[in-house]
C-alpha cells in the first residue's frame, strides 16, 4: 500500500528542517546571521539583483532588506552598483570576499554531510542517492516544473 501523502509530506518536513537545523550549526563559525548569509547566497546564486527582487525573494519586506544589505555591505561582501541601462536602478553584486565566505560555508555543511553520509551502510546510501533524486523532482514540481530531470 503506498504511503498516504500527507503523513509522507509532515516526515519529509520534519526530516528537512532537522537536517538544516544541524548544517546551520556550521554556519556559525562564519559569524555572519543566518538572514544575511540567506540573502548573501540568493545574490551569489543568482545575482546581480535588486534590492526589491532580493526582499521579494527572501520574502521580506524592503525597509528590512535594505538593513540586511547595508551589514553585508559593512562587512565587504556585497557592493551596490548602478545598473549600466537604467542609472535609476542599483543592483547588489557579490564581491569576491562574499562569494568565498559563501563557498567556504558550503564546504563547512557539505563536509559534515558527507561524514553522516560516510557512515551509512552502502544499501541506505544507495536509498538515500534514489531519495534525492526524488526530492529534486519534488522541488522542481514545486516550482511548477514537472519535467525535472537529475
Not at 21 to 33: F, K, P, V
Not at 71 to 95: F, N, P
Not at 105 to 124: C, F, I, M, Q, Y
Amino acid at each position: 500500500m503506498s504511503p498516504n501523502p500527507e503523513e509522507l509530506a509532515d516526515r519529509l518536513h520534519s526530516a528537512a528542517i532537522g537536517l538544516l537545523r544541524q548544517l546551520r550549526r556550521e554556519d556559525d563559525a562564519i559569524g555572519i546571521t543566518a538572514p544575511r548569509l540567506s540573502a548573501l547566497s540568493v545574490v551569489v546564486f543568482g545575482g546581480p539583483i535588486t534590492l526589491g527582487q532580493l526582499a521579494s525573494a527572501e520574502q521580506v519586506k524592503p525597509p528590512t532588506m535594505t538593513r540586511i544589505v547595508t551589514g553585508l555591505e559593512e562587512d565587504g561582501l556585497v557592493e551596490r552598483r548602478g545598473d549600466a541601462s537604467d542609472g535609476r536602478v542599483t543592483q547588489i553584486h557579490a564581491t569576491a570576499k562574499g562569494r568565498k565566505i559563501l563557498a567556504a560555508g558550503r564546504a563547512r555543511r557539505v563536509e559534515t554531510l558527507a561524514g553522516a553520509v560516510k557512515a551509512l551502510d552502502p544499501s541506505r546510501r544507495r536509498a538515500l542517492e534514489s531519495g534525492v533524486s526524488v526530492l529534486k523532482q519534488l522541488v522542481a514540481a514545486m516550482r511548477g516544473n514537472a519535467t525535472a530531470k537529475n
